[in-house]
């Protein structure tokens, strides 16, 4: 079935620990990125990549890192993470990142808590 | 102030009823809207997408945008339960690549 997958659905993660959430398209789609989704706060954008070998800062990149090697995947790190880093983390992906008329397509989710 | 504002209820209404669900903005540059619907425990799901003034109609959905006063709406018609989900608002402006704005989410429970 085409579409986003997301690993693990969900993680409990001490404090200070790396972590690197997965995201896998089959979409071939250009650009993808990643949200956090707190509650008041709505999706907020961290990274993106608008195609593979190039990435960007969004609305809220500390303490986080992506890579993009290929067209399909695009993991996001924690490279030491903290608590306020608890939030259920999206990965989304679009046709080509830059079109004025991209619409994007959500992945289900990975729940992170961290102690 | 929030580029895109979202009243996050949460609303509730029983089968059958007519949904209104809305959004407004502040800045005039956004030409792009979408509509999603997220379940509980899911990722938001593309429900409706318009880029111009007026209305867009799917089904049961129907999008309104209306560009003048800056509030774009989603109406449900003989609502289910299971509409029951989180609707989120989505615009986006010309020539701005990745820079999507999302609404915080409104609430939305159809009572049988």
């Known amino acids: 079935i085409a579409g986003i997958t997301q690993a693990p659905t969900s993680q409990i993660l001490a404090a200070g620990r790396r972590m690197t959430l997965r995201c896998t398209q089959d979409?071939?789609?250009?650009?993808m990125y990643w949200y956090r989704q707190d509650l008041g706060l709505g999706l907020r954008l961290i990274h993106y990549?608008?195609?593979?070998?190039?990435?960007g800062k969004g609305e809220v990149p500390d303490g986080y890192s992506v890579s993009r090697a290929n067209t399909d995947d695009f993991p996001l790190t924690l490279a030491s993470a903290v608590p306020s880093q608890t939030s259920v983390y999206f990965c989304?992906?679009?046709?080509?990142?830059?079109?004025?008329?991209?619409?994007?397509?959500f992945g289900p989710g990975t729940r992170l808590t961290v102690l | 102030q929030k580029e895109v504002e979202q009243d996050p209820g949460p609303l509730s209404v029983p089968e059958g009823a007519i949904v209104s669900l809305n959004c407004t903005y502040s800045?005039?540059?956004?030409?792009?809207f979408m509509w999603y619907r997220q379940y509980s425990r899911k990722g938001p799901e593309l429900l409706m997408y318009?880029?111009?003034?007026g209305n867009k109609e799917d089904g049961r959905f129907t999008a309104q945008v209306d560009k003048s006063s800056k509030y774009i709406s989603l109406f449900i018609r003989d609502s289910q339960p299971s509409d029951s989900a989180t609707y989120l608002c989505?615009?986006?402006?010309?020539?701005?690549?990745?820079?999507?704005?999302f609404g915080t989410g409104t609430s939305l429970t159809v009572i049988p």
């Open positions: 989304a992906s679009s046709l080509s990142g830059t079109g004025s008329t991209d619409t994007q397509y």
């Open positions: 979409m071939r789609h250009n650009a």
């Open positions: 990549s608008n195609t593979a070998g190039t990435t």
């Open positions: 800045n005039s540059a956004f030409q792009y």
């Open positions: 318009t880029y111009s003034s």
């Open positions: 989505a615009m986006r402006k010309p020539n701005t690549g990745n820079q999507f704005y």
